[in-house]
């Protein structure tokens, strides 16, 4: 038995036990919902950098107006909140498709939903930045000043925007699988600082020292909301250290990986 508390997340949907596994992973109503309005939030955010950026142009400095301090000031503080805005958007994107990814099988869909967030942080600044350097009210100092700063955050909020490891359909169908063959059931073991999740609240790698001492329950796809990567490589492992049987009779070497919990 485990010392620590285990508590159900929040959005878990109820595991059937001994459902068949074959079909492919697909949303609940309710992670699906929460996708939609992580979506909607986002592009409500980027829209606002787009809308700050615009201001910047042709409010500030195309307006004609001499660029003193004050301009450079309303500038900078312009572009630290498109980075705001921008980066906003995009981690609230990528919440979103870990609850409702595309399939890697659309190859092209895949990779705009995936990437869409660094498409955008591209889209609020290079217009700006192109603008700030060849403006011709501006000093070669100020041009230093305001289109470094606009360089550093866009390729920050570009790099905060890209998804190097992005979820699909077929990963989650496969780890929902793995899953069930092991246990019999859509149910999987997680703590906050791990990156991956386990099959059952004993593993040894869930037992470690964590900042709240909980281990959190729920299905794949209540694992990946929650920020976990992927299903844990030891399976067969923990098996043995939970005392179960797989579900389906078969089992294999366990698979070394980095300690994670």
């Known amino acids: 038995m485990t010392d620590k508390k285990v508590v159900r997340a929040e959005s878990a949907d109820k595991p059937e036990k001994g459902s068949d596994s074959g079909p492919d992973w697909a949303p609940s109503e309710g992670a699906n919902a929460q996708a939609t309005k992580f979506r909607i939030i986002a592009f409500v955010l980027w829209l606002l950098a787009i809308a700050a950026e615009l201001y910047l142009i042709f409010g500030v400095l195309m307006s004609g107006r001499p660029v003193t301090t004050a301009v450079m000031v309303i500038l900078i503080v312009g572009l630290v909140l498109i980075a705001a805005l921008a980066i906003g958007g995009s981690m609230l994107w990528k919440k979103a498709n870990r609850l409702d990814p595309a399939r890697k099988s659309e190859t092209v869909k895949f990779f705009v939903q995936n990437q869409l967030g660094a498409f955008m ?78 099959i059952c609240a004993e593993a040894s790698d869930l037992q470690r020292e964590s900042k709240d001492n909980t281990i959190y329950e729920g299905t794949v796809a209540d694992a990946h909301a929650a920020g976990k990567e992927r299903l844990t490589l030891k399976v067969d492992q923990e098996l043995k250290q939970c005392g179960l049987e797989p579900a389906n009779g078969a089992s294999s070497e366990p698979t070394p990986e980095p300690s994670t919990s």
Not at 126 to 150: E, T
């Open 121 to 198: 942080a591209l889209l609020a600044f290079l217009p700006l930045i192109v603008v700030i350097l060849l403006d011709k009210d501006m000093s070669k100092g100020q041009k230093a000043l305001a289109g470094g700063v606009g360089i550093v955050l866009a390729v920050l909020a570009t790099y905060m925007g890209a998804d190097f490891n992005p979820p699909s359909v077929e990963q989650y169908t496969e780890e929902q699988n793995s899953v069930i063959d092991a246990v019999g059931q859509d149910h999987v073991f997680w703590t906050k600082q791990g990156e991956v999740f386990h």
